[in-house]
């Protein structure tokens, strides 16, 4: 049986542990604690960190078919639910199958025979009136997708400024709130809400392609 001064120890020994980690890390290690240990290794942060040679990273393809990266794209994919694809395949089903599904997506990506599927178009309706479309992937698709996105997005995490707050991990639209409410504090009386509508259905994509280059 544990005795009162063992459970008081343990709890002692947890802070004391817990407040030697916080204090052994630097600012730096702190700003990826978001990043996926199963894909991100202690020895890949330490580059991430300190930066590659020539800024670029080579052989990433044999992160994203990992066996552990695929295992964790679907666990991420099956904890966002939503709708099957054009195939059919709900995420109950995939998950029915889910050792020989990602069995063979790992086969697919590591010989460059994976091919995805077309994505299925349905029309949602808007708050303010109309319908906005969908594209919805098929759960397999979704897997690779989110397998990608954990191994790229620690990349092209520090190229995006401080102020940008959309889809981004540990950010979102509270801290650009409490962004824009420290500067009305500090006298600032104006706010622009800009938007362009339809801006997927009515921009070509040269002109995308060139406003992302320029």
């Given at each position: ?97 889910s050792g020989q599904y990602l069995q063979e997506l790992h086969g697919q990506l590591k010989t460059g025979t994976y091919q995805p599927q077309a994505v299925k178009r349905v029309n949602i309706p808007k708050a303010s009136g109309g319908t906005r479309p969908l594209g919805i992937p098929t759960v397999k698709d979704r ?72």
């Open positions: 049986m544990q005795t009162e001064h063992n459970k008081a120890t343990e709890k002692v020994e947890s802070t004391v542990s817990e407040k030697t980690r916080q204090e052994t890390e630097t600012p730096a290690q702190h700003k990826w604690l978001w990043v996926e240990a199963a894909v991100w290794t202690e020895r890949m942060l330490a580059k991430r960190v300190n930066g590659v040679k020539g800024g670029k990273w080579f052989s990433l393809m044999d992160k994203v078919y990992a066996q552990n990266t695929l295992q964790t794209a679907w666990q991420r994919v099956k904890s966002n639910k939503g709708a099957a694809g054009i195939d059919r395949v709900s995420i109950e089903r995939f998950e029915e199958q897997v690779v997708q989110m397998a990608i996105k954990l191994v790229i997005e620690p990349i092209f995490e520090n190229t995006f400024r401080d102020t940008s707050h959309g889809f981004r991990p540990e950010r979102g639209c509270k801290d650009a709130l409490r962004e824009v409410d420290g500067w009305l504090k500090a006298g600032y009386k104006w706010i622009v809400d800009a938007d362009i509508k339809g801006y997927p259905s009515t921009c070509s994509g040269q002109a995308s392609a060139t406003l992302t280059t320029s």
